[in-house]
């Protein structure tokens, strides 16, 4: 089983699922799309993944506002709702008999091109729009013993030229430092901000724990981690210190407990840094106070809905 921050339990159902593309909802061997789909050709897509609980979509909100925001930027316009997005995505759920452990990937790229370019001038339809869902639990283990973590050399970029916080199709620096993570015997990569701080992972965001203090990045270099805000605020509502602010290897390597965040895995202890391990391995205590409190929020949005 692959170990990482994405591990789930394998479950057979996934061979038969039904994939929404495009208003179709297709077998997953019969869903295909064009390879003249802009995402395809030049990764010009955005994106969105979020969890399914006992028939809850959670945090669908800030999700929807991320999308949108994402959509925004790269100069792409939605030609619906987010209310006809959550009936596509009911929809998906409904004819999969989905109901809990789900996680849901949302994928919206500017369509189909006349021919390879990345000159969207040359786009002849409307948007792509697919839809997985799959049943994905997380791996009790993983939460258990934690994950560890090698430093990429490859840096998180800076703001002017692609900003860490869009949720975009163009991934392959990500991938590039998750493979010199697996390359080391890591299972993840932590990446660096263009300063050489602590930014984040290669798909999670990292938090670390010295004292009775949290730290995380200040947000610059980092993804717009939904899951990252709602820590960030519980610390803040339960008398937690947690500061966003600069820090390096160096504080890290000696930090008493750590962990990563995000929409599937929620929070993950970290129990090794290059090869240097983080407390006593798996969650420590004040991890474990956060993690407790991260799932009473998601009960609270599942009640709430």
């Not at 979509?57 to 939605?78: C, E, P, T």
């Amino acid at each position: 089983m692959i170990q990482g921050t994405h591990n789930a339990i394998e479950d057979p159902r996934n061979e038969h699922i039904k994939i929404f593309i495009n208003g179709e909802l297709l077998p997953r061997p019969d869903a295909k799309i064009s390879v003249y789909d802009s995402g395809y050709l030049v990764g010009d897509g955005v994106w969105e993944g979020f969890r399914v609980h006992k028939g809850r979509m959670i945090f669908i909100r800030q999700h929807l506002d991320r999308l949108w925001q994402s959509a925004k930027v790269v100069g792409m316009n939605l030609p619906f709702s987010k209310e006809d997005l959550v009936a596509n995505v009911q929809k998906t759920l409904d004819a999969n008999g989905m109901e809990d452990h789900i996680h849901v990937r949302v994928m919206v790229t500017r369509g189909i091109k006349k021919t390879p370019s990345q000159d969207p001038r040359f786009t002849v339809s409307g948007p792509n729009v697919v839809i997985i869902a799959e049943h994905k639990k997380a791996s009790a283990e993983t939460k258990k013993q934690g994950v560890s973590l090698f430093t990429s050399t490859i840096r998180r970029g800076s703001p002017d030229y692609l900003d860490p916080r869009l949720n975009c199709h163009s991934k392959l620096h990500e991938v590039q430092a998750l493979i010199q993570a697996l390359e080391a015997g890591a299972d993840e990569a932590l990446m660096l901000d263009i300063q050489g701080f602590v930014a984040t992972c290669n798909a999670t965001n990292f938090f670390m724990v010295k004292g009775n203090e949290v730290w995380t990045s200040t947000g610059q270099y980092c993804m717009n981690g939904i899951t990252r805000g709602h820590v960030i605020s519980l610390c803040h509502q339960n008398g937690i210190i947690c500061k966003q602010k600069n820090f390096s290897l160096f504080d890290t390597y000696g930090a008493d407990e750590a962990f990563v965040t995000g929409s599937f895995g929620g929070i993950t202890p970290v129990n090794k840094i290059d090869g240097k391990p983080i407390g006593n391995g798996g969650m420590g205590e004040l991890t474990r106070k956060i993690h407790q409190l991260y799932q009473d929020l998601i009960t609270s949005e599942i009640h709430s809905q």
